[in-house]
């Protein structure tokens, strides 16, 4: 059975940083691109960025030079380091197994101004 589990998130004020981290579980975790993505209130799922097997990644407009995904295949583990967080990045945090249905459950992701 496939498992992605999110950790992380949290209560930050503007300007602050969090890692997120997801953890898989059931797969073959290294052979697949991985991505984080975010729901806001009242809008859209979101891509924030993704990381392929080999490392290369790929990050949403609003988050470019500001976050940070990386991956550690030993641990079938993947991070988002999220720095100088602004209110408009509070949403719900999801990883997921890109083109696949496997999400995982979430993790809230609060900036206060």
């Known amino acids: 059975q496939v498992q992605l589990v999110e950790s992380g998130g949290g209560l930050v004020q503007a300007g602050g940083s969090l890692r997120l981290s997801c953890a898989a579980s059931?797969?073959?975790?290294?052979?697949?691109?991985v991505g984080w993505y975010r729901q806001a209130p009242g809008k859209w799922r979101e891509l924030v960025a993704d990381?392929?097997?080999?490392?290369?990644?790929n990050y949403g407009d609003s988050v470019k030079g500001r976050f940070t995904i990386s991956r550690e295949n030993a641990k079938n583990t993947m991070y988002l380091q999220m720095d100088s967080l602004k209110p408009e990045d509070t949403a719900v945090y999801y990883c997921r197994i890109q083109g696949s249905d496997y999400w995982g459950q979430g993790t809230q992701v609060t900036v206060s101004s």
């Open positions: 990381i392929t097997s080999g490392g290369s990644t």
């Open positions: 059931g797969i073959a975790f290294s052979i697949y691109t």
